[in-house]
């Protein structure tokens, strides 16, 4: 069977591919890694990841590029990790020439990755496929990177309508898009239904409604008067007493100067300060991971910060919401079910 699954970046989406593997009876398990390492900020991403799946049972391969050569042992799993990188390795490789315009090269590269997933199909067990939304940018006018969002969009399209399950992966939560079967891959039982657990949190793109939302929500519990932290212009201090925590990813921002291991302990530090001194909070934060890469290394840094913040909040709260368009969809649990509320 081909599962595949998507999100945003830094949204928990490896971890959960990992997990549908990870209790798999096959003999061998393959992680198709398709990652160019340039610098040394792609070896320090690629030696995290390494780290996280150590004991997981599976075997590295590196495969940038020619992903159907991938030599796949009888009774094998395959998990393909990612379909951003490959596509854009296969768009820009040196030995097919960069003459042409980069909408030939989309069209050509589209062609060989297919063919690729299509042998890998056929060989393997399972096979597990990461992809990626990069999707929420302003549409671009640049030839090359608009060819490259029309090759993923037309990549994730194939690969989804020939699934038989797809999942999204929203700040750590798993929602089931296809397949009719919805088991927790680890046996886990959810706990955001703990009676411990009274935070709420709210995440979706920009200038969606999750403000709005957030002060219905206070209204509905007869919550008329409260202060606001706003990460935006507020100090960390705010953050830790008010009932309504806004623009939390411009908090987290504030560490993206830093270096990586001390961003993310200063992160931690607020983040735990966060959930332990302000546990009934309702918590607003953009989701930033959807969209292209950005170049500079901040941004970078930032966007993973944001996602590694959203999946700690997210699983420390009791209810998760997304805003989309003034309509929240509630996360309301490991299974990924799916409830849509209408903002009245």
């Known amino acids: 069977m081909i599962k595949v699954v998507t999100g945003a970046g830094a949204s928990g989406k490896s971890s959960f591919a990992e997990s549908l593997l990870e209790q798999s009876e096959a003999k061998r398990k393959i992680y198709a890694a398709t990652m160019i390492v340039w610098d040394d900020e792609c070896r320090a991403r690629v030696k995290k990841h390494r780290q996280m799946r150590e004991k997981k049972g599976f075997e590295t391969a590196e495969r940038p590029v020619d992903l159907g050569e991938l030599f796949v042992p009888e009774d094998g ?46 060989a393997a067990r399972d096979l597990v496929v990461v992809t990626n939304e990069v999707f929420g940018d302003i549409k671009l006018t640049e030839e090359e990177t608009a060819a490259y969002q029309r090759l993923m969009g037309r990549l994730n399209r194939e690969l989804f309508s020939i699934a038989g399950e797809v999942w999204e992966v929203v700040c750590g939560i798993p929602v089931q898009l296809k397949g009719r079967n919805r088991p927790s891959p680890d046996g886990s039982q959810n706990k955001k239904g703990e009676e411990s657990l009274h935070m709420k ?62 961003a993310r ?9 966060l959930i332990k001194e302000n546990p009934g909070a309702v918590a607003v ?35 998760v919401y997304r805003v989309t368009g003034g309509l929240a969809q509630v996360l309301g649990d490991v299974l990924g079910d799916l409830v849509l509320a209408h903002l009245q």
């Open 285 to 319: 934060m953009d989701e930033i991971g959807c969209g292209i890469v950005p170049v500079g290394r901040e941004e970078r840094l930032w966007r993973d910060l944001a996602g590694e913040a959203a999946q700690t909040l997210a699983a420390c709260s009791r209810d």
């Open 265 to 273: 302990e200063r992160l931690q530090e607020f983040l735990d300060r």
């Open 201 to 262: 949190f709210i995440t979706g793109g920009a200038f969606q409604g999750k403000r709005d939302f957030a002060e219905q929500l206070l209204a509905r519990e007869d919550v008329l008067e409260y202060e606001t932290a706003d990460g935006a212009a507020d100090p960390f201090e705010a953050a830790y007493s008010r009932k309504l925590v806004v623009n939390v990813q411009d908090y987290v921002r504030r560490f993206a100067g830093l270096e990586d291991g001390e």
């Open 77 to 122: 799993v395959v998990l393909v990790e990612c379909m951003s990188n490959l596509a854009a390795n296969e768009m820009y490789r040196e030995d097919v020439g960069m003459e042409s315009c980069a909408e030939l090269r989309a069209a050509q590269a589209g062609e060989r990755i297919l063919r690729g997933l299509r042998l890998l199909a056929e």
